[in-house]
């Protein structure tokens, strides 16, 4: 049996560190902008190609705690795929369970890197995505970023879930299905047993302009049915919370060199932690401690911690404990 299947887009990752470029906030130091000077040929320093989504990157930090770990996805029928499914082989994904769309090209990003923080130029396009016969049991299906044509592959999810009523649901959405499938999304909300966002996704999916504390977005996830919401919130750290109780854990004192892969490190020792027994402020601690450890380095599995990893990213930290709200 699979500890963990992921759905989700996986794509190429194309890192560019940037030389010269300027950021410029508003006076709230909100709303930055990276800016580059137009018509201009602007220096990098490196750049370099690897395997990214977050379904991928999730499963390949499933896999870094000896755990099994599967995809769920689409590739096109071009190179950018076959070095895809090389990548998550190579980190030990299972890959049975990817499909090639032979109409469409694979999915890719460009990621800008500068001075510890990325911009994200993202290719996505409508993907023919199609649900594996005889999908075998699953410890849980984490459901997360999937480009325009996901509802039908939701609808399977769905039904798959109601026969494997044992199977649980981690839901991470992605940008395309807060942006243009909200209401779809919602539905899926309803039956998560663990729902990680950020703030301004949490925001999005109950549909509120101003924002509110942490503690009151996760109860309303939780009334709109999730049973438990992971919710974060960059440097500042991430909350756990269900019906009964909240936890908050603030960020480990780390310097970021980039922040690609972030969320995805946390869902993977968080979510990892639970499958191993860990108690809930725990698996905060360990979401957070891989979290830290992979914007210490450039791209989003390098930096991925197995058990003894977290161990000692957790000693080294030792001061930062997860505290209940």
């Known amino acids: 049996m699979y500890n963990v299947i992921a759905i989700g887009d996986a794509l190429i990752d194309t890192h560019v560190h940037i030389d010269n470029a300027a950021v410029e ?17 602007i220096p990098i320093t490196d750049s370099f190609q690897c395997l990214g989504g977050n379904a991928p990157n999730v499963s ?12 769920i996805g689409a590739v096109g029928d071009d190179n950018n795929g076959e070095f895809v499914v090389q990548q998550m082989k ?39 995505y199609l649900w594996p016969k005889n999908l075998p049991a699953a410890g849980w ?9 996901f509802e039908k592959l ?3 999810l769905m039904n798959y879930l109601q026969k494997n009523p044992r ?29 990680i966002v950020n703030k301004e996704e949490a925001l999005a999916i109950l549909k509120i302009k ?22 974060t919130d960059a440097a500042r750290g991430a909350w756990l919370g269900n019906e009964r109780e909240t936890w908050y854990c603030k960020s480990f004192p780390v310097e970021p060199v980039a922040k690609t892969g972030a969320g995805d490190a946390l869902s993977s020792g968080l979510l990892a932690a639970k499958i191993l027994g860990e108690d809930k402020k725990t698996a905060l601690l360990w979401g957070i401690a ?17 058990k003894n990893g977290i161990k000692k990213m957790i000693g080294k930290y030792a001061r930062v404990k997860p505290m209940k709200v």
């Open 60 to 71: 390949a930090g499933i896999a870094k705690f000896g755990l099994r770990s599967a995809v």
């Open 25 to 41: 906030c508003d006076l709230e130091h909100k709303n930055c902008r990276l800016c580059l000077d137009y018509g201009s040929k």
């Open 167 to 195: 199977t649980k649901l981690a839901l991470n959405p992605g940008s395309y299905m807060i942006k243009y499938a909200v209401d779809k999304l919602r539905q899926a909300v309803k039956k998560t047993d663990l729902l």
């Open 290 to 306: 891989n979290s830290c450890s992979v914007i210490l380095q450039v791209g989003a599995q390098k930096g991925l911690l197995d």
């Open 210 to 231: 101003k924002s509110e504390s942490a503690k009151n977005l996760i109860a309303k996830l939780i009334a709109m049915g999730a049973k438990e919401v992971a919710l």
């Open 90 to 128: 190579n980190y030990g994904i299972d890959t049975r369970f990817v499909s090639i769309d032979k109409k469409n090209k694979t999915r890719y990003s460009v990621v800008l890197n500068f001075k510890g923080e990325r911009t994200i130029l993202s290719y996505s396009q409508k993907k023919n």
């Open 141 to 149: 299906i984490y459901y997360t970023s999937l480009s325009s044509g």
């Open 154 to 156: 939701q609808t399977e």
